[in-house]
């Protein structure tokens, strides 16, 4: 996963948005994954974005990818306290297996 | 449940012994992985199966390792003469191709005491 990192920590209040930041490092890597974990669980998908698009909405969840610097973020409009968990950035290598980053823990305050 | 699903999701065992995990992925996928996943950490790949065929291995996967998935359905991971450092939370996860992302089943949670 040491190819693949997020910020440790975020906290932010109720009703506002989320902002999670991951930096990748290969380039030929076509797509590029957002993965929740809660407590105890296994990895749900969240979004994915081909690596050919700048940007990809679903719902409440935004992903920006910026290809030349290779940074890649998960918005999450209006956070309620359900989106407490930990979210994992990963990138897939040889077009299969997938490299993680260590993972962003978001605690969501009232 | 159409998910992945892995058993059991639970097991402690003596340091020497043998474990044996089964993942049943979503029924229509070809695509089967292992992962393993370690307390603050992303997890980390472990092996991968395209229908019965196992295409890669991680330096990780040591001989004390072995997987199979020998009707192109289900898999197991063997643990031979476990180590406490094999300690950790095993997952599996399944896909179609790789634009559809890997679903991933709630994991083996393994203590070795």
């Known amino acids: 996963g040491e190819d693949v990192e997020q910020s440790l920590f975020l906290s932010v209040r109720e009703g506002d948005s989320s902002v999670i930041n991951c930096t990748y490092t290969?380039?030929?890597?076509?797509?590029l994954y957002w993965y929740k974990q809660e407590p105890g669980a296994g990895l749900q998908l969240l979004t994915y974005?081909?690596?050919?698009?700048d940007m990809k909405q679903d719902q409440r969840l935004t992903v920006l990818l910026n290809k030349k610097d290779k940074h890649l973020s998960l918005r999450i409009a209006d956070t309620q306290t359900g989106d407490s968990a930990i979210y994992f950035c990963?990138?897939?290598?040889?077009?299969?297996?997938?490299?993680f980053g260590a993972g962003t823990t978001v605690t969501v305050r009232a | 449940d159409t998910g992945v699903s892995q058993d059991p999701r639970h097991k402690i065992t003596k340091r020497g012994q043998n474990v044996t995990f089964r993942c049943d992925p979503i029924?229509?996928?070809?695509?089967l992985y292992w992962y393993r996943q370690t307390l603050g950490q992303g997890p980390e790949f472990l092996t991968y199966?395209?229908?019965?065929?196992?295409?890669?291995k991680s330096r990780l996967l040591s001989d004390r390792f072995s997987a199979e998935r020998p009707k192109g359905s289900f898999s197991t991971l063997e643990i031979q003469r476990t180590e406490q450092g094999d300690s950790a939370m095993y997952l599996c996860?399944?896909?179609?191709?790789?634009?559809?992302?890997?679903?991933f089943g709630q994991g083996t949670r393994l203590t070795v005491v």
């Open positions: 290969d380039s030929s890597s076509t797509y």
């Open positions: 029924s229509e996928h070809n695509r």
């Open positions: 974005i081909f690596s050919n698009m």
């Open positions: 990963a990138e897939s290598i040889d077009d299969y297996k997938l490299s």
């Open positions: 996860a399944s896909s179609l191709q790789r634009d559809t992302g890997a679903f």
């Open positions: 199966f395209q229908n019965e065929a196992q295409l890669e």
